[in-house]
């Protein structure tokens, strides 16, 4: 048999190159799959803290005026002035309305006028029983005469009180012309325009409502589970509350509870508490609902992470926890309530631990990672974030 040392040359260099190609592919693999080892990613961490916690408990309260006045016509008669516009602050005494009040003060008048007469007669029965009181002594006038005179003083009398009345009465009427504010407050708008006539028939007519605004009342219902704690504190000092407004923003005051109530509602097994606050800025009025955070005590040892740390899994709660060999560990922890920016952690860290604040969707335990705190971080963002300057040649 002859052998074609040509073509065996020819298969012997493709099989060389084959394998050399092979070579070159897996080296290149295992280049590339080295290239693709991630390299360590950068987290933001940040200390668990020790700190004296305030606790507090949150219920839903609502504002109420501590005084709420309607102002009313109590006579008839035209409304003649409006002395403040609608929605304004007022202050006590300042003037509202006016009625008309020449047909009081014509009446006012009037009676005084018949005061002044019936006085004149009473003076006259007076001098009568002087006059004949020696005769009668002196068996001159019989006694049944005399005491005709005495009746008549008494008769006079009585009518000079019921003017004296009458008097009181038409300046009682004449006062009520004038409205005054009788208190600080805030007026609504008017519900009667000047010309209108009021108070007719002898009812009376609403014409305004001013109410206080400060200090305010906030009331809300606390849960019956909560009120063996609630009073148990105030028994050591009185409670005190802060409010925080619709639009997230804390009021500027704190308040104080000024009532409990004495019973419990069966109906909604709750109690009502009532809390006085300061509104001297007047940024909240009656009728508005505010969240309202009583506090109970302050709780000393209390450890807390920023809020950011905490994440949620399956209704579970976790952080991820840097070690000293910068290895990310995964631990479940017990989260309380917020405080501030900060939230309590009832159990699962320990204080001076370092737990991550960003990127926890990013995060696998057990990577090794890059730390940095918070403060680095944001000054290497605004670093970066600067502009750098420019020459004058720079195009």
């Known amino acids: 048999m002859k052998i074609n040392s040509k073509n065996s040359s020819k298969r012997s260099v493709l099989a060389i190159t084959v394998i050399a190609l092979l ?22 961490i940040a200390e668990v803290k020790s700190e004296t916690v305030p606790l507090y408990l949150d219920y839903v309260g609502t504002l109420q005026s501590i005084e709420s006045v309607d102002i009313n016509a109590r006579v008839e008669g035209f409304l003649v002035e409006r002395a403040f516009k609608d929605g304004a602050d007022v ?15 014509a009446a006012l008048i009037a009676a005084q006028a018949q005061l002044a007469e019936d006085l004149a007669a009473l003076a006259y029965a007076r001098e009568q029983v002087s006059r004949y009181k020696p005769l009668v ?3 001159y006038i019989t006694r049944d005469a005399y005491d005709e005179y005495l009746t ?47 108070g007719a028939g002898g009812e009376a007519t609403l014409l305004a409502t001013i109410v206080q ?15 063996p704690q609630i009073l148990k504190q105030q028994n050591i000092k009185p409670l005190t509350f802060s409010m925080v407004l619709p639009d997230e923003s804390k009021h500027p005051q704190d308040g104080t509870i000024d009532f ?3 019973q419990v509602d069966v109906t909604t097994g709750t109690i009502t508490l009532r809390g006085i606050v300061s509104n001297t800025s007047k940024t909240v009025i009656p009728g508005q609902y505010v969240k309202v955070q009583l506090l109970l005590e302050e709780q000393p040892d209390t450890l807390v992470v920023p809020q950011q740390a905490i994440g949620e899994q399956q209704g579970d709660t976790y952080v991820y926890v840097v ?11 017990t989260a309380g309530s917020n405080y501030g920016e900060m939230r309590v952690v009832e159990k699962g860290v320990s204080a001076g631990e370092k737990v991550v604040i960003n990127g926890l969707q990013k995060i696998k335990p057990g990577v090794t990672v890059k730390t940095e705190t918070q403060a680095e971080a944001e000054a290497k963002k605004k670093a970066t974030a600067s502009p750098k300057p420019t020459g004058k040649n720079d195009k």
Not at 98 to 105: L, M, N, S, T
Not at 190 to 195: A, I
Not at 213 to 227: C, G, K, M, Q, S
């Open 91 to 105: 202050a006590q005494g300042d003037l509202l309305f006016v009625i008309d009040p020449r047909p009081f003060e």
């Open 23 to 44: 070579l070159v592919i897996i080296a290149s693999c295992g280049k590339s799959d080295k290239d693709k080892t991630a390299p360590e990613m950068t987290v933001t």
């Open 213 to 227: 605004l400060d200090p305010i009342y906030v009331y809300f219902n606390v849960a019956e589970r909560d009120i």
């Open 323 to 333: 070690g000293s060999d910068n290895k990310v560990e995964f631990r479940n922890v």
């Open 152 to 198: 008549q003083v008494a008769e006079a009398q009585a009518v000079v009180e019921a003017d004296r009345a009458n008097v009181v009465q038409a300046e009682l009427d004449l006062s009520y012309c004038t409205m005054f504010a009788p208190f600080d407050g805030r007026i609504g708008r008017r519900l009667v325009d000047v010309g209108n006539l009021v």
């Open 137 to 139: 002594e002196k068996d």
């Open 260 to 262: 409990v109530n004495n």
